[in-house]
């Protein structure tokens, strides 16, 4: 699984023109799910996102020192299967992206974790495989990539 998070001060996902879903300051997380990646990459992933301290603690002005739990912030996923892109010439190929009718449960999957280790008032998500606009406007900017496994192979 890949992950990147950016730090914002504000997220939003539109569909058809309509908000679907909004935080104001914390991570904006867009996530990419390999075929053949498993309940530990979503757990690696939801650990790794929820436990980053890629924010500055106001009391002791140390930077990178608390994570978007200790802060109370928002987190908004959104499922992005481009994260799984190669290019093939000019085109691109996602055939090692999970398959959308597998990907979507899996997905579903993870969100629930991140409510269930978080909140689920303040984990937020887009829509699965619609069309979205997503808005953010940036903090620093900061921006880290995660990925479950070091390396993964084409099947």
Not at 121 to 143: Q, R, S, W
């Amino acid at each position: 699984m890949r992950a990147v998070v950016q730090r914002v001060l504000s997220a939003s996902v539109e569909v058809e023109g309509r908000i679907v879903s909004q935080i104001g300051p914390g991570l904006l997380v867009l996530v990419g799910i390999h075929e053949a990646d498993a309940d530990s990459d979503a757990d690696y992933i939801c650990r790794k996102v929820l436990n980053m301290r890629l924010f500055p603690n106001e009391e002791t002005g140390k930077a990178w020192d608390q994570s978007v739990v200790q802060r109370d912030y928002g987190v908004l996923l959104v499922s992005q299967f481009t994260l799984y892109g190669v290019l093939k010439g000019n085109k691109p190929d996602f055939h090692v992206a999970m398959p959308p009718q597998i990907a979507k449960p899996f997905y579903a999957s993870l969100v629930e974790k991140f409510q269930k280790a978080y909140s689920s008032d303040a984990v937020k998500d887009g829509i699965f495989g619609a069309m979205m606009k997503v808005n953010l406007v940036n903090d620093g900017p900061v921006t880290m990539q995660l990925d479950s496994s070091p390396v993964q192979e084409s099947s």
